[in-house]
């Protein structure tokens, strides 16, 4: 069994920064790829940014530039760094780590972006 927590969620004005960590534990051998999604009512999730082994990274076209996600493979630790925040990027946040044969989801975290 594998479990996903991620953190660092919170209430930030525009134009702030925020940091989420995402922490997969458990069965583990090796990680593929870990992303970082988001949702708000009504609407589907959506892929914020996404980094596989090796390094190679994608983002969503609303936050390229202003978004950047990173791992620690040592610690199984996936990070989104957000700055130049905007209210449209209130959702909450879901973890993705894809282990190949399966991936697993956290249960989230708020971001609210206001002033």
């Known amino acids: 069994q594998v479990r996903v927590v991620e953190s660092g969620g919170g209430l930030v004005q525009p134009g702030g920064s925020l940091r989420l960590s995402c922490e997969a534990s458990?069965?583990?051998?090796?990680?593929?790829?870990m992303g970082w999604y988001r949702q708000t009512p009504g609407k589907e999730r959506e892929l914020v940014a996404g980094?596989?082994?090796?390094?190679?990274?994608t983002y969503g076209d609303d936050v390229r530039g202003r978004f950047t996600i990173s791992r620690d493979d040592t610690r199984n630790m996936a990070y989104l760094d957000m700055n130049r925040l905007k209210p449209e990027d209130t959702a909450v946040y879901y973890c993705?780590?894809?282990?190949?044969?399966?991936?697993?989801w956290g249960q989230g975290t708020q971001v609210a972006v206001s002033a």
């Open positions: 458990g069965n583990i051998v090796s990680i593929y790829a």
């Open positions: 993705n780590v894809d282990l190949g044969m399966h991936n697993y």
């Open positions: 980094i596989v082994d090796g390094g190679r990274t």
